[in-house]
Structure formats: C-alpha cells, structure tokens
C-alpha cells in the first residue's frame, strides 16, 4: 500500500530543515514525512521517529533502512522521556501528523473501520487494554454519550447511545459492522459521508486517550526544541485543530513561542484531487523564541 504524506513540502518548508539538524517525527507511521527529511539531511543530520504503534514502526524502519533513523515506541505523553533515554536533550524540529495512518484503517485485525466484520478495537498501541468493544459493552450511557458527543460532534449522540444499550441487553456488540448497523439504524439517512463516521471517530479518541496525549504532547514539544526550532502539527477535525490552535495562541502569549501560521495551512485543490484523504488536514506551526 502506497502512502502519500499530506502537506510534505508545507511542512519541510515549515520546519526550515537544516542539514546538520535533529528532526523528531512524533507521529512515525508508515514514514512518508519522515522519507523526505532524510532527503534533506547531510551524514550528520539524524530523524528520531516516534510511533504509539510498534508495528509501524517495525514496518517503517524496513522500509526505509537508513541509519540516520532512530526509532522509539513511545506515545506523546513519552515523548521528552523517549527523547532523554535515547540521549537527547534538545531537537531542531519535531513535527506531529495527527491523522489514522490507511495501514491502521485497512487492517481489518485492528478493528477501526465500519466496513469491517472484525473485533471492535481502534488501540494504536496493541499492548494497551482499553478497547471500543470494552467501552460500548461495559461503559454506562451517559459516558457513551458524553465521549459521541464531545469527541465525534454528533448531534445524534444521545439516541445512539441508547441504541447502544439496548442492543447490548440481547448481547454482546463485538463487530464494527454491528455498531455501524446499529447507528445506521438511528440516522437513517445517508450523507456524504457514512453514519458512523462521527461516532467511530468518538470511540478511537476515547480509546486512545488522543486529546489529553495531544496536549501533553505539544507541552513537552516546547520544552525539547532549541532556541528557534520549529513545531509543525497536522490536525484532521475541528477537536484537534481546536487544541492545536489554543496551545500555539497560549505558548505565544506566554512568550515561548511565536506562530509561523496565524491561519493554518491547507492542502491545494490538486493535493486534494492526487489524496482525497487529504481534504481535511490543517497544518499550523511556530518558533521557539
């Protein structure tokens, strides 16, 4: 499977890649960004890619086969003791792309698509427990509703969760089929886009704890970058963009940062056309001042 990093040369540009520098990719996947860095750097140039998701990583580094890339399986809230363990105090840039890799969305094993018959389970890193079958089989209603709501901005929320509930009483949901069926069911109607993408988008940030680890990300990003080093952020929905906005308006006003983006950047209408899946991303960066 081909990947197509979004917004390469943006944020290449954005992080001023120098050719002697150290470049953290927070957000390693299947290497696209990461690929490109490495272009740009000279022997001494290094690329520390970071992944929640080991076999990512696993698969990244074969791939790629370059000793200027040093691996860590680690998620955000690790970040600056990843950085520390493997000996690294301060970096040139380190950039994070916030979008579910297709590897992820593909395998039907991992249980993130509602096309899929597979086990509901959306971890990015395996070796943790909570999964979305764990959340819709055993977490009461209001907190099913509480996470559709705030993390998939569904209207519907309420309703589904108690179509949840209900279903659940005759047994077990176990397939990502079942819930998409099961949210179909409420919505009825067909948009643009599937049903129970919103509700599906809610349980994966749920599971993988996504906007408490982006936010403590950010933080210890600022503390790890050296003095005009660079910060570039790639969000796909208004919840993350939201939070990367505020920390780069805070960390501003603060007097640590100063934002490269006052508007973020978007993808051209022929990115779009050449990766539709870049449609939605937003990239907003700044400087360590």
């Not at 950085?83 to 579910?100: N, P, S």
């Not at 970058?225 to 906005?245: F, N, P, Q, W």
Request: glycine fraction near 8%.
């Amino acid at each position: 499977m081909t990947h197509i990093p979004v917004l390469v040369e943006e944020v290449l540009e954005l992080l001023a890649v120098k050719e002697d520098g150290l470049y953290v990719d927070a957000t390693l996947g299947s290497g696209g960004h990461t690929e490109r860095i490495l272009k740009k750097l000279g022997p001494s140039g290094r690329v520390i890619g970071i992944d929640r998701d080991i076999e990512a990583i696993k698969r990244t580094r074969q791939r790629l086969k370059d000793r200027r890339l040093i691996t860590i399986h680690a998620s955000f809230s690790g970040l600056s003791e990843a950085l520390r363990g493997a000996g690294f105090k301060e970096v040139d840039g380190i950039m994070m792309d916030l979008g579910v890799s297709m590897n992820q969305l593909k395998d039907p094993e991992r249980g993130f698509s509602f096309q899929s018959d597979a086990r509901l389970d959306m971890r990015m890193d395996r070796s943790q427990t909570l999964t979305a079958e764990e959340i819709v089989n055993q977490w009461s209603a209001q907190k099913i509703e509480r996470i559709i709501r705030e993390y998939g901005e569904e209207r519907f929320a309420r309703p589904i969760a108690k179509a949840i509930i209900t279903e659940r009483k005759r047994g077990p949901i176990y397939s990502c089929r079942q819930l998409a069926d099961i949210v179909m069911r409420v919505k009825r109607k067909r948009g643009r886009i599937h049903p129970a993408t919103k509700t599906f988008q809610a349980l994966r940030i749920a599971v993988n704890n996504e906007i408490e680890e982006l936010q403590q990300g950010l933080e210890q990003s600022v503390k790890l970058l050296k003095k005009d080093g660079r910060l570039a952020v790639i969000s796909y929905h208004s919840i993350e963009d939201r939070t990367v906005k505020r920390f780069f308006v805070k960390a501003e006003r603060d007097g640590l940062m100063q934002r490269i983006t006052k508007k973020p950047i978007v993808p051209s209408e022929e990115e779009v056309r050449r990766n539709p899946s870049a449609r939605s991303a937003k990239l907003r960066g700044g400087k360590r001042i």
